[in-house]
Structures are given as structure tokens and as C-alpha cells.
């Protein structure tokens, strides 16, 4: 959005204490990457029943009054938040497509992370490896399931044995995996759990970070966990219970009182699905927003102002331009490069990011536990790929592509017309495609930008008959790792191509071979030499061209507690301990 229609809107919402603004999200990732927009934060008081109501709510739709649930009863605990990725109808947390907030809220996993990259406990009171690193021995802790149920190794196990079921529709079944093997387990009693690989494996706790622990007693009897009604009811052992949903509309959860860390702060959320993005900074401006996920084009007006704390944070790993190497142009080494040559990424950066971007020239950010496995020495993209339009069309003309007489090039009767893919919710993407299509017009590239919906899009990736003629190139955060850890096997390694999340077909023998490596390897020097290698490999061949680091944010209003001040990055932060993101009553 430009000045002039951001300072209207602003104007707006401080009149009439009510229309809304863009508010976008990255995906997130989280991975994961992921991508998430928890901003829509309703029930904070001022304004009503009708104010509330999610603007592109489904007619007809319940619409809860500020301080109220869907359901109507008054909490004045209750955190309120919306997705732009669409009802995904899943709260399985190991299915492909699952719900990040249900995966989040509701479930455990046996070890969580912090922002410095350490290991924190969650399911898995206590962990501990063996001399030789290849057997790890976790001790669980004592808790129950939303339905009373004790929890025991054997839910481990089963979860387990399902995320390895090759009928499973789950991204997971590499994090049981060390040197293509699946490593073994067992329960020595039902609070001990131990692991056995055949070698050690660097990122395997990150790997168990990953894994949301299912019950065994409500899914052993399943015909189909893909498609088994807890999916729609789903039952954790984490902070917060799955109450109700509305598909389309909302899913709340309330808090769990006998949550294993104690009782968690917040009465309870709710999440609304909106497509339509234009509400939350009007709405975090009128009072009905406790607070929301900012880019960087929206930080500047809450940087100065004493009711709201901007909590930024360096995304982990650069915003890239994704090649499809099934597309048989971009399998071309030279045509992916010459597409490098002929993009101004300072000036990109400098556009879509209000100059609040970090240009990227590395694989990594440069702020973080991941920076020291960029390769300084010998990686710099500015340098081994400068902007320069006219060896980006030497480069077109030595591998055949000619301007034909509209200018777009040519070759063997085929135009090099490209599609460039983005997700929706999120307006830097699509300001990045608008851009790229003008600088790529400029030696002869005709790109056709298309912005589709999260949920379609994932599905295209994990499609191996998805046609690369309709999906040539992505803006996105592909490839990215685990989020503390620098293991790329994932999104990266040939074994991983569609079903898999190598959704761009990448495939370099010794790019598998350093992964591999970098996964077996537990010496941390050693394994910054192996990342490094990897740095440099991965600039020859191009899988991705990185585009900028993006400075994401929090705006958080002074009204909700359980956000620390000093808090680096509210992202990190409420992923580690969503028991503590609360509003005062």
C-alpha cells in the first residue's frame, strides 16, 4: 500500500474508530518456514457487537461482541486473532496442511527451542545421549490429555510409528530418519522413551521440535488418520483446549488449567478466518486489537507512540526467487543466472521493505544462531552475481533465447514466458513480483505474476504431477531449515522432490552429499566447515536466488500483558511459551 493511501486510511480509522487497514503475514514456517498472520485480536473493549464482526465473515456468521467468546459468555481473558491462510480443516499437528495455531496451542512436542538455538524441554522433561551419540534417552514428563487421559511413552511411540506410515499424509518421516535409515525406539517404562540410530545426528532434537505428539487412545483404532474425525476435534496436552469451530469463520480454544507447566495466562483464544486482510491496524488503533503482525512498510507509525511496543526480529533465513528446475528454461544453470544478473535486488529491497530490509548475500541472516555458517570468505551474491542487464542477455543469447519481434525472447519456437507464484496475505510478495516482472521485461523475460491462496499453493508443491509450466518461480522463504538448525534436508536434498517439500525439484549430487554430512556431523567446527561448503555450493548451482532478510515485527499494545519489554522477537517468543502471552483482565 502506498503513503497516501496509508495516511488516508489512518485518518479514517482515527475518526470513525473503526475501518480497517492491510495487515499481512510471511509464512512462517514454519516451517516452519512457515507463514501465519496471528493479528486480528478482538474482545479488548471499546466499540461494538457489530465492530467485531470479522469484516469478510461468511453471512449470517456469529460475531462476538468485544469480551465475549463466539459463544457469548464474558471472559475478559480471552486473546483474539485471525489467519489469512484459510480454513485448513486439519488439526492434526503431523498432517501436511495442519493449522499452525492449533498445532501450537493444543499440542506438546517433546523438546522446544529458544531464539539463541537451545534446546528447551517440553514433553521430554529431561534428554540425554549416550557417549557415543548414537542413543538418545528421554525422560517424559507427568501430565494428562484434554480428556483426563494419562499421557505415556507409548503416545510417543505411537506417534512415532504413524508419522513413519508411509500411508501418512505427513511432511515429518525425515526427522525419524539418520543416513536414509529410521532410527528405532522404545519404551522403557511409560515415562522413558529411548532413541537408536545407526550415527550420530546433529539435528535430530530440532527434528523432535518438530513433532506434535498425538494420543494413542483416540487414534490406535483409525481407519484413516488422514481423514479421522479427531481432525476436526483434535485433543493435545497443551496449553490451551480445542473448544469449538465454525469452519470458515473461527476455532477457539480455551486455557487448560492442568497444563504441565502450570496454568497458562490467558483465559482462552480465539482465531477468525479472514480472507480479506484490510483490519488490523485500525482495529489495533480503535481498541478492539490487543496486537498484530507487522511488515515492514507499516512499523514507522507505532516506532514513537507510548501505547504500543514494536518488537522486531531478522527473519532467520532471506526471502528468496524460487526456481522450479523441473521447468525445462530454468533447468538451464545459465538462464537461472542471467535471471540473477538482470534483478536490481538493492533496489527491490530498498522498495518493498521501506528500506528496513537487509539485503542478502548469504544464506542465512546475518543476525542469530544460523550466521555462523554463512560463508563470508568466498559467498557474496552481490559480487558473484552483480546487477547487470547486459551480461544477463549475453548470457540468454549463449543459451539460445533470442528476442523475437516483440522483444520477448525465444527459442525453438517457445517464448521465455515465466510464471511467478506468491501466497496471499501478504502485499511485500506481490510488490517483489511486480518488481521482478519490470527489471526481467527489461532483457527479454515475459513474466506473468499470479498470487494464489496458502492452502492451494501448498498443495501444488506436494503434487508430483504439478505441471512446472504454471508454477516456473516463487517469492517466498524456499529453502529454509529447521528454523534453529542449518539442516536444508528437507527442502533441499533430491530424496525430498514432490511428494516431499523439495517442491522445486532441486537436485546436485554434492549438495546431497554435504547435507548429509552436515546431518551426521556433531563437532560444531567441523560443522560450520560442511555449512560453509554448502553456502558456496549452493551459490554455483542456484537452486534459489536470496533476495533480502526481511525485519519483521510485533506491534503489541501496552494493553496486553506477558510480553516482556526487552522481548527480542514476540514470534520466537510465543512459540516457546504460548502459556505466557496473556491480556489483563
Known amino acids: ?18 475501518p ?50 463466539p459463544s457469548g459468555e464474558t471472559t475478559g481473558g480471552i486473546v483474539n486473532a485471525n489467519t489469512t491462510l484459510g480454513d485448513k480443516g486439519i488439526g492434526n499437528p503431523i498432517l501436511n496442511g495442519n493449522d499452525y495455531w492449533t498445532e501450537w496451542l493444543v499440542f506438546s512436542k517433546l523438546t522446544k527451542y529458544d531464539d539463541e538455538g537451545n534446546v528447551l524441554p517440553d514433553l521430554a522433561a529431561t534428554y540425554e545421549y549416550s557417549e557415543d551419540g548414537l542413543t538418545l534417552t528421554l525422560s517424559l514428563v507427568d501430565t494428562t490429555w484434554h480428556d483426563g487421559e494419562p499421557f505415556t511413552a507409548a503416545d510417543v511411540l505411537f506417534t512415532f510409528d504413524t508419522v513413519s506410515d508411509p500411508n501418512v499424509d505427513t511432511p515429518y518421516g525425515s526427522r525419524l530418519q539418520v543416513g536414509g535409515e529410521k532410527v528405532q525406539y522404545e519404551a522403557l517404562d511409560d515415562r522413558t522413551v529411548r532413541i537408536t540410530m545407526k550415527e550420530p545426528f546433529a539435528p535430530f532434537l530440532f527434528g523432535l521440535s ?17 481423514t479421522d474425525p479427531f481432525n476436526l476435534q483434535p485433543i493435545g496436552t497443551g496449553p490451551y483446549k ?11 480454544y480455551e486455557r487448560f488449567d492442568n497444563y504441565f507447566k502450570g496454568r ?10 479472514m480472507v480479506d486482510a484490510n483490519a488490523g491496524a485500525a482495529a489495533l488503533e480503535s481498541g478492539e486489537i490487543d496486537m498484530m503482525f507487522t511488515p515492514p512498510e507499516m512499523q514507522p507509525r507505532y516506532e514513537d507512540d507510548p501505547d504500543y511496543m514494536l518488537l522486531n526480529y531478522v527473519y532467520f533465513t532471506p526471502i528468496t526467487l524460487a526456481f522450479n528446475h523441473k521447468h525445462p528454461a530454468l533447468a538451464d544453470i545459465n538462464v537461472r543466472r542471467a535471471i540473477a544478473h538482470a534483478i536490481d535486488r538493492k533496489t527491490l529491497n530498498e522498495t518493498v521493505t521501506k528500506g528496513r530490509g537487509l539485503l542478502a548475500n548469504n544464506h542465512y541472516a546475518t543476525t542469530g544462531p544460523l ?74 523475460i515475459e513474466i506473468t505474476p499470479q498470487v494464489l491462496e496458502y492452502t492451494t499453493l501448498e498443495g ?46 532441486f537436485q546436485d549430487a554434492e549438495v546431497d552429499q554435504l547435507i548429509d554430512q552436515g546431518r551426521t556431523t556433531v563437532d560444531l567446527d567441523e560443522r560450520i566447515q560442511i555449512y560453509q561448503q554448502l553456502d558456496r555450493r549452493r551459490m554455483e548451482t542456484l537452486p534459489a536466488l536470496p533476495l533480502y532478510c526481511a525485519v519483521d515485527g510485533w506491534v503489541v499494545s501496552r494493553r496486553l500483558g506477558g510480553v516482556p519489554e526487552d522481548t527480542p522477537s514476540f514470534r520466537w517468543y510465543q512459540r516457546a511459551f504460548p502459556e505466557k502471552i496473556y491480556k489483563q483482565g
Open 371 to 444: 550466521d555462523r555458517y554463512n560463508n563470508y570468505d568466498e559467498v557474496n551474491y552481490e559480487t558473484e552475481y552483480p546487477f547487470d542487464p547486459a551480461r544477463a542477455q549475453r548470457l540468454l543469447d549463449e543459451a539460445g533465447w533470442t528476442p523475437g519481434a516483440d522483444g520477448i525472447r525465444e527459442k525453438n519456437g517457445q517464448r521465455l514466458s515465466l510464471t511467478v507464484l506468491t501466497y496471499a496475505g501478504f502485499d511485500e510478495y506481490k510488490n517483489d513480483q511486480v518488481i521482478i516482472q519490470q527489471m526481467l521485461g527489461e532483457v527479454g
Open 20 to 69: 480497517r487497514r492491510t495487515i499481512l503475514k510471511r509464512a512462517a514456517a514454519i516451517g516452519f518456514s512457515s507463514a501465519f498472520i496471528p493479528t486480528l485480536l478482538a474482545a479488548c473493549g471499546g466499540g461494538s457487537a457489530e465492530e467485531a464482526t470479522p469484516s469478510d465473515a461468511a453471512p449470517g456468521s456469529p460475531s462476538p461482541a468485544p469480551g465475549e467468546t
Open 264 to 273: 497458562p495466562a490467558a483465559d482462552g483464544w480465539t482465531v477468525f478466518y
Open 210 to 226: 518438530q513433532i506434535g505428539i498425538i494420543p494413542r487412545h483416540l487414534l490406535e483404532n483409525s481407519a484413516d488418520i488422514n
Open 1 to 18: 500500500m502506498d503513503d497516501a493511501g496509508t495516511a488516508a486510511l489512518a485518518s479514517g480509522a482515527s475518526a470513525r474508530r473503526y
Open 460 to 505: 501444488m508443491w506436494h503434487d508430483p504431477n504439478d505441471d512446472p509450466m504454471g508454477r516456473a518461480m516463487e517469492v517466498q522463504e524456499w529453502p529454509h531449515p529447521f528454523e534453529q538448525d542449518p539442516d536444508v534436508f528437507n527442502e533441499l536434498h533430491s530424496s525430498n522432490v514432490p511428494p516431499g517439500d523439495n517442491y522445486m525439484w
Open 242 to 252: 480445542f473448544v469449538e469451530k465454525q469452519p470458515d469463520q473461527f476455532v477457539r
